[in-house]
């Protein structure tokens, strides 16, 4: 099990498990609105290996994650996976900004109430959420360090080839 560190907006410290899930359970079903305009939800993505990554614009190590989920979208979207980015900010224009400096192919969606976020238990930034074919949650990852989308990418194949 690795650990992480996350500083908090009070400039305390949370130390908190990456882990994955033993068991598989539904992943709750959402709605959300998307960058494009239009509605996601996650039952749109049935029948496909669903990676959900929570994140803001004012969190580093989400910033610094984004460069290489954008490359495993590319990579495995043709194979029956998807990539969800649920922005938790408040103000949902924020993430213009950075997303005009780190463009994206997948979908960003919205959640400014963090309605979302709750239902996935999110605790930490980023928080990432891997959903097989059945729609089980399967993988759970709090925060991000430099090696992770190794790991992503390691049970993302997994899942693809169930």
């Not at 959300?32 to 290996?49: I, P, T, Y």
């Not at 495993?72 to 997303?99: A, C, I, M, P």
């Not at 993988?139 to 190794?150: A, L």
Request: hydrophobic fraction near 45%; include cysteine.
């Amino acid at each position: 099990m690795r650990m992480f560190f996350t500083m908090l907006a009070a400039g305390s410290v949370l130390l908190a498990p990456v882990f994955a899930a033993d068991a598989a359970d539904p992943a709750p079903e959402f709605t959300l609105q998307a960058r494009d305009g239009g509605v996601v939800s996650l039952s749109d993505h049935v029948g496909e290996v669903v990676l959900i990554n929570f994140w803001a614009t004012w969190c580093g190590p989400c910033r610094e994650e984004m460069p290489h989920l954008e490359a495993l979208f590319q990579r495995y979207s043709e194979l029956g996976f998807t990539l969800l980015g649920v922005n938790v900010e408040e103000d949902s224009s924020l993430s213009d900004k950075f997303l005009a400096e780190t463009p994206v192919s997948f979908p960003i969606l919205f959640d400014p109430d963090n309605r979302v976020s709750e239902l996935y238990d999110v605790v930490a930034m980023p928080s990432t959420v891997i959903v097989d074919r059945s729609g089980d949650v399967r993988f759970v990852h709090r925060g991000y360090q430099p090696g992770f989308e190794d790991e992503y990418q390691s049970q993302i194949r997994a899942l693809l080839r169930e």
